[in-house]
C-alpha cells in the first residue's frame, strides 16, 4: 500500500514530536533534577545537624519549610517526567513498552490493571508502536480521571495481521461524541479522544469506542503488523 | 555490636555525590568507603575496597549504570545494587529488575529514600515501588494461595530452605534467579511474622502435616 504524502509527513512529524520530547525531558534530568536532589540531600544533612547543635527552633521551621518546596518541585518534575518520557520506542518491542506503561500507571495511581497477551504478538511500525503507546497512556489516564473505578483490564493480541488492543472498564461511562466527520466534537474534553482516533487513521489502523452512562468504556484499537 | 554497612557511590554528577556523602556522614550505621564518577571507576572501587552496597546512578556517560550493573552481575561481584535514577516511570523500573538490581531510589524523591533504601538493601532486602513486585517473579501465573497464606511457590522456597539450602542452591533447584529466591522469602517471612531463616524453617516443620499435599 502506498500512503499519501501528507500522510507520511503527518507519520514523520509524530516521531519528531517524541524525538523532542526525549530532548526537553534529558534538559530536565540533567540540569534542575540533580541540582535539586543535591540541594535538598545537603539541607537535609544540614537539619540533622542543626538538631544535634540545639539550634534556634526557627531556623529548623524554616530549613523544613525550604526543604518541603524542594520536595515538592521534585515531585512535580517526577510526574511530568513519568507521564512524558519516551520509552525508547525504536529499541524497545511493542509488548514489554505496553507493560512498562501499566506498572508506571499502577505506581502513579491506586488503580489495579488486569493484563493479558493473546497469542504472538507481531512487530509494527515505529509510528504504529508510538500510537498504541500513547492511546493507552491516554486511555488509562481517562478511566482513571473519569469512570469512578479502579480496576481496568488491558488486552494486547496479534490476529491475522494486525495488532489489537484493548482497553476496558466497567465505570460509569458516557455517550460517545462523534469523533469524525462535519460533526466530530469541538469539546475540550473531547480533545484526548480526537487524538486517539486521528493517531490511529494515520498508522492506518482502526479505533472503535463502546461506551453508555452505566456501562463501563471499551476501547478496542487495531493497527496493521508489519509485513 | 552491629558492623557500619560499607556503601560507594557513582553518579557523574558531582553535586549529587557531594550531597548524598554529606548525608551519609550523620548516619552512624552507614560508612562511605568510596566515590566514582563512572562506570569503570565503580568497577575498581568495589573490586578494592569490596562494598556492601553500591548506590548506582542509572544515566551515567560512557558506562551507564545498567551496563555497570550487568557487568557486576557478569563478574559475580559480592556486592547489593541500588539503582538510583530520576527517572520513576515503567521502563526505568523494569531495566533495574531485569538487570538484577537489588533496589531502586529516586532522585525526584527525597534524600531520606534513599538512605532508607540503601539501608534496606544492605540488610538483604529487595527494594521496589510496590507496582513493581507482582513483575518481579512473573507471578501472574502464580498458583492459588496454599495454607498459611503461603503460594505454592513460596511454600516450595521455603521447604528448600528447611532442608538447608542456600539461596542460590534453592534458585537452581527450583529454575528462577536469586534474586527471585530473596523476593520469595522476604514475602514469606513477612507473612509468617518470622525474622529469619531458622524462624521460618522452625515454622516449616511445626506447620507441615496441615499443608501436606497443599500447593493446589
Given at each position: 500500500?502506498t500512503?499519501?504524502e501528507?500522510h507520511?509527513a503527518?507519520?514523520?512529524i509524530?516521531s519528531?514530536?517524541?524525538?523532542?520530547l526525549?530532548r526537553?525531558?534529558?534538559d530536565i534530568?540533567?540540569g534542575?533534577v540533580q541540582k535539586?536532589?543535591a540541594?535538598?540531600?545537603?539541607?537535609?544533612a544540614?537539619?540533622t545537624?542543626?538538631?544535634?547543635?540545639d539550634?534556634?527552633?526557627a531556623?529548623r521551621v524554616?530549613?523544613?519549610r525550604v526543604?518541603?518546596?524542594?520536595?515538592?518541585?521534585?515531585?512535580?518534575i517526577?510526574s511530568?517526567?513519568g507521564?512524558w518520557r519516551p520509552?525508547?520506542?525504536?529499541?524497545r518491542?511493542?509488548?514489554?513498552?505496553?507493560?512498562?506503561?501499566i506498572i508506571?500507571?499502577e505506581e502513579?495511581?491506586d488503580?489495579r490493571v488486569e493484563?493479558d497477551?493473546?497469542?504472538?504478538v507481531?512487530a509494527?511500525?515505529?509510528?504504529a508502536?508510538?500510537?498504541l503507546?500513547?492511546?493507552l497512556?491516554e486511555a488509562?489516564?481517562?478511566?482513571y480521571?473519569h469512570?469512578?473505578v479502579?480496576?481496568v483490564?488491558?488486552r494486547?493480541a496479534?490476529e491475522?495481521?494486525?495488532?489489537?488492543?484493548?482497553?476496558?472498564?466497567k465505570?460509569?461511562?458516557f455517550?460517545?461524541?462523534?469523533?469524525?466527520?462535519p460533526q466530530?466534537t469541538?469539546?475540550?474534553e473531547h480533545?484526548?479522544l480526537?487524538?486517539?482516533?486521528?493517531r490511529?487513521a494515520?498508522?492506518?489502523?482502526?479505533?472503535?469506542?463502546?461506551?453508555?452512562p452505566g456501562q463501563?468504556?471499551?476501547?478496542v484499537?487495531e493497527v496493521?503488523a508489519n509485513? | 555490636?552491629?558492623?557500619?554497612l560499607?556503601v560507594?557511590?557513582a553518579d557523574?554528577?558531582?553535586?549529587?555525590?557531594e550531597g548524598?556523602?554529606?548525608?551519609?556522614?550523620?548516619e552512624?550505621d552507614l560508612?562511605?568507603v568510596?566515590l566514582a564518577t563512572?562506570?569503570?571507576?565503580l568497577?575498581?572501587?568495589i573490586?578494592?575496597r569490596r562494598p556492601?552496597v553500591?548506590?548506582?546512578d542509572v544515566?551515567m556517560?560512557g558506562m551507564?549504570?545498567l551496563?555497570?550493573?550487568?557487568?557486576?552481575?557478569r563478574r559475580?561481584?559480592?556486592?547489593?545494587?541500588?539503582?538510583?535514577?530520576?527517572?520513576g516511570?515503567?521502563?526505568?523500573i523494569?531495566?533495574a529488575?531485569?538487570?538484577?538490581?537489588?533496589g531502586?531510589?529516586?532522585?525526584?524523591?527525597?534524600?531520606?529514600q534513599t538512605?532508607?533504601?540503601i539501608?534496606?538493601v544492605g540488610?538483604?532486602?529487595l527494594?521496589?515501588?510496590?507496582?513493581?513486585?507482582?513483575?518481579?517473579?512473573g507471578a501472574?501465573?502464580?498458583?492459588a494461595p496454599?495454607?498459611?497464606?503461603l503460594?505454592?511457590?513460596?511454600w516450595?522456597?521455603?521447604e528448600r530452605l528447611?532442608?538447608g539450602?542456600t539461596?542460590?542452591?534453592?534458585?537452581?533447584a527450583?529454575?528462577v534467579?536469586?534474586n527471585?529466591?530473596?523476593?520469595?522469602?522476604?514475602?514469606?517471612?513477612q507473612?509468617l511474622?518470622?525474622n529469619?531463616?531458622t524462624e521460618?524453617?522452625?515454622?516449616?516443620f511445626?506447620?507441615?502435616g496441615?499443608n501436606?499435599?497443599?500447593?493446589?
Amino acid at each position: 500500500m502506498t500512503w499519501p504524502e501528507e500522510h507520511l509527513a503527518a507519520r514523520r512529524i509524530l516521531s519528531v514530536t517524541e524525538e523532542e520530547l526525549q530532548r526537553i525531558i534529558l534538559d530536565i534530568h540533567d540540569g534542575p533534577v540533580q541540582k535539586l536532589f543535591a540541594a535538598l540531600s545537603q539541607l537535609s544533612a544540614l537539619e540533622t545537624r542543626l538538631t544535634h547543635d540545639d539550634a534556634p527552633e526557627a531556623w529548623r521551621v524554616d530549613l523544613a519549610r525550604v526543604s518541603g518546596l524542594i520536595e515538592a518541585s521534585l515531585g512535580e518534575i517526577r510526574s511530568s517526567l513519568g507521564t512524558w518520557r519516551p520509552p525508547g520506542f525504536s529499541r524497545r518491542d511493542l509488548v514489554s513498552m505496553l507493560e512498562g506503561l501499566i506498572i508506571q500507571h499502577e505506581e502513579f495511581t491506586d488503580c489495579r490493571v488486569e493484563w493479558d497477551v493473546i497469542g504472538l504478538v507481531p512487530a509494527v511500525s515505529l509510528p504504529a508502536k508510538i500510537a498504541l503507546y500513547r492511546i493507552l497512556q491516554e486511555a488509562l489516564s481517562n478511566a482513571y480521571r473519569h469512570a469512578g473505578v479502579k480496576n481496568v483490564w488491558v488486552r494486547v493480541a496479534g490476529e491475522g495481521g494486525r495488532v489489537r488492543l484493548e482497553v476496558m472498564d466497567k465505570g460509569r461511562g458516557f455517550t460517545p461524541p462523534p469523533l469524525v466527520g462535519p460533526q466530530a466534537t469541538e469539546r475540550a474534553e473531547h480533545i484526548g479522544l480526537r487524538g486517539m482516533r486521528e493517531r490511529v487513521a494515520l498508522v492506518g489502523g482502526t479505533l472503535t469506542l463502546l461506551s453508555a452512562p452505566g456501562q463501563g468504556t471499551r476501547i478496542v484499537v487495531e493497527v496493521p503488523a508489519n509485513e | 555490636m552491629n558492623e557500619r554497612l560499607r556503601v560507594v557511590l557513582a553518579d557523574d554528577h558531582e553535586l549529587v555525590l557531594e550531597g548524598l556523602r554529606s548525608l551519609l556522614a550523620d548516619e552512624p550505621d552507614l560508612e562511605v568507603v568510596g566515590l566514582a564518577t563512572s562506570g569503570a571507576a565503580l568497577l575498581d572501587l568495589i573490586a578494592q575496597r569490596r562494598p556492601d552496597v553500591a548506590v548506582l546512578d542509572v544515566q551515567m556517560a560512557g558506562m551507564d549504570g545498567l551496563d555497570c550493573l550487568k557487568e557486576i552481575r557478569r563478574r559475580g561481584l559480592p556486592v547489593r545494587v541500588l539503582m538510583l535514577t530520576a527517572f520513576g516511570d515503567g521502563e526505568a523500573i523494569q531495566s533495574a529488575l531485569a538487570g538484577g538490581a537489588d533496589g531502586f531510589a529516586l532522585k525526584t524523591a527525597p534524600p531520606r529514600q534513599t538512605v532508607d533504601a540503601i539501608r534496606q538493601v544492605g540488610r538483604g532486602y529487595l527494594v521496589f515501588p510496590p507496582a513493581a513486585r507482582k513483575w518481579m517473579v512473573g507471578a501472574r501465573a502464580e498458583p492459588a494461595p496454599s495454607g498459611g497464606g503461603l503460594s505454592a511457590r513460596e511454600w516450595e522456597v521455603l521447604e528448600r530452605l528447611a532442608e538447608g539450602l542456600t539461596n542460590a542452591q534453592i534458585a537452581e533447584a527450583i529454575g528462577v534467579s536469586d534474586n527471585t529466591v530473596k523476593f520469595h522469602l522476604q514475602n514469606i517471612f513477612q507473612k509468617l511474622g518470622v525474622n529469619n531463616r531458622t524462624e521460618a524453617a522452625a515454622h516449616y516443620f511445626r506447620t507441615r502435616g496441615q499443608n501436606a499435599g497443599g500447593g493446589r
